[in-house]
Every structure is written in C-alpha cells, then in structure tokens.
C-alpha cells in the first residue's frame, strides 16, 4: 500500500512539474490569420462632452458598423485584407451633424499589415471618405492594438507608439500622439487576454481655431492566437481640450466585437 501512495505522490509530482511551466510559458502572439478567413465584426462609439456652449444629458454622438474583413493572403509576414462596411448608422445631439456624415455603407479597402499589425499599404478606397482612409492606414484593422515584437508571457509588458495625422475637416488637421503600454494577463486556451493604457497629446487647428488636449487612453483586448486575430476590444479614452482658448472635456467609449 505504501509503495502505490508513494508512486501516486510521485507521478502527482511530475504532473505539477509538467503543468506550471506550460501554463506560464510564453506565447508568441502574430496576426496570421488563414488566407479566406472572413470575420465579422460590429464596432461602436459614444463620445461625451463638457462644453460650455453645448449641454447634453446624453452622448454627444454615437455610432454603430457592421464590417467584414476576408484575408486575401498572407506571404511572409505581410497580411492582405478586403474589409466591408456592410452598414452604419450615427445619432448626434448636434443638429444636422447626423445627415452630414456620409453614409458608409458599402463602401470598402484593402489594406496590407505586417503581423503585428502595422499598416504597409492602403488600396482601393472606392467612396471611402479621406478622414476614414487616415485613420486606416495608419491605426490598421485591429484599432489602438499592437502586438509585440517577442514572445511574451502573463505580465509581460510592451510599448506601442502612434502617431496619428488626422485630418479636421475645412482644410484643418490634428496631431495625436500616443505611448501605450501593453501587458499580456492571462491565455486561456487560444485566447490571450491584454490590457492597455497610456498618455495621449493632440494639437491642431480647425475651422480657423487652434486646439490642443491631453488625456490618456486604456483598455482591454482579447486575441485568439490560434486563428490570428482579434476576438474584440474596449477601449476608453479622456481629453482635456484647449479649443481657441475655451476649456472642454470629451470622453469615447469604443468597441469592436467579433460577431459568431
């Protein structure tokens, strides 16, 4: 009897020992998605407002798209992408802000990234307004994600900078820069979980006024390692805002969920 609990101690051991090194193991964490792979997912926004000139109860805009991104290859380590708006649709406290946006739906681009999701190319915008074409080709499909450049295991940290030249609208532009940290949690299964923060500053003009802010953004992403994409993301971003020397206060809560 002795010698079977001894035995079962010792297999017990050995199993422990097997098990706590892969559940800390590191990952290595690519977009590499198999080429026809078409994902669909529902991406949303609700910006916020302390303006002076302009009180809401509610957001001051909010908008919800449907898109669909089929992967047209993937030679290296360069992934090439048709993404689709199928619909969208925007509310505004503004008046008539709503009815002058343009209506999206349809409208599509190829975009080629490298595996950490780094935009390399954007192509065949068709109708896609200028605004979207920047915001694309610079911030790629998997929004504020980067992925890092090593393997990483659950607490490692990496460093993602963004530099975003955004057009204004009226001949106007901002600047925005940000620094984001990234720690990877936990994987379970496939899926690995991440959090993300970090400072953001904005200067620019619009309209014949200059502007400047700084606020910070944070989130969390979820990545699905085995099919090489993202599953979704939730990020929240504050700006304290310097608009021609009035003082305001925005905040955007954004979402972007694969849909089964």
Known sequence: MMTRLFRAAGAA???????????????????????GLVSRYVIGNETFM?????????PVSASEMFQTQTVLSVVGDIVEMRTVID?????SAVPGAAA???DLSGT?????????????????????????????SQIGGGGFFQLPEDPVGPGDTWVGELDLDIPAGM?????????????????????????FEGPLTMSGSAQGMTMDGAGDLSGTAV?????GRIQDTTSQMGFDINVAGMSMAMDSNNTMRLIP
């Open 171 to 195: 001949g106007g532009s901002m600047v925005l820069d940000m620094s984001i940290t990234y720690t990877l949690g936990s994987v379970d299964g496939d899926l690995a979980s991440v959090t």
């Open 13 to 35: 051991t050995i199993a422990l020992m097997i098990v706590l090194p892969l559940q800390g193991q590191s990952v290595l964490l690519r977009m590499n998605p198999a080429e």
């Open 100 to 102: 002058a946006m343009p």
């Open 87 to 91: 619909s969208s649709t925007m509310t």
């Open 108 to 136: 599509a681009s190829t975009i080629k990234m490298d595996t950490r999701g780094r935009v390399i190319e954007l192509s065949d915008v068709g109708d896609l307004p200028p605004e979207a074409q920047q915001m694309i």
């Open 223 to 227: 990545f699905d390692v085995a099919k």
């Open 50 to 58: 302390d303006n002076p000139m302009m009180q809401t109860d509610g």
